[in-house]
């Protein structure tokens, strides 16, 4: 079964760049039709879909979120990364890494993806 683990920093300064990886362990993050997303639950809400990777390096990102989003992928190390720009305390949440089969919808719930990480907390703050 497919591991997922984040890691990143868990205080980010106002306006700076949040910067995330999720290392994949019992599956490589090449396996063809599967996408490789981010999704975060800031405090008191629900999940929300920030972003995905293909196998192909293809993207797509939440339309609220995409101007400031880039999610890449080191092959070499079977990771994806999460980089959200000009971040603000409403970006406050947990951050998780998950992969599924299925197109993300903006609010997802846990069972549209088969594997996720842990999640990780980041504070957006002074």
């Known amino acids: 079964q497919v591991q997922m683990q984040e890691s990143g920093p868990g205080l980010v300064k106002p306006s700076q760049t949040l910067s995330l990886t999720c290392t994949v362990s019992?599956?490589?993050?090449?396996?063809?039709?599967?996408?490789w997303s981010w999704i975060r639950q800031p405090p008191g809400k629900g999940l929300e879909w920030i972003g995905y990777i293909a196998y192909s390096g293809g993207t797509d990102y939440s339309p609220s979120l995409k101007s400031r989003t880039s999610i890449s992928k080191d092959t070499s190390k079977n990771q994806f990364s999460l980089q959200l720009s000009s971040v603000t305390p409403a970006d406050t949440a947990v951050y998780y890494c998950a992969v599924g089969e299925l197109l993300p919808s903006k609010y997802p719930e846990r069972g549209d993806f088969g594997s996720w990480g842990q999640g990780t907390q980041v504070t957006v703050s002074s």
């Open positions: 019992g599956g490589s993050i090449t396996t063809t039709n599967v996408l």
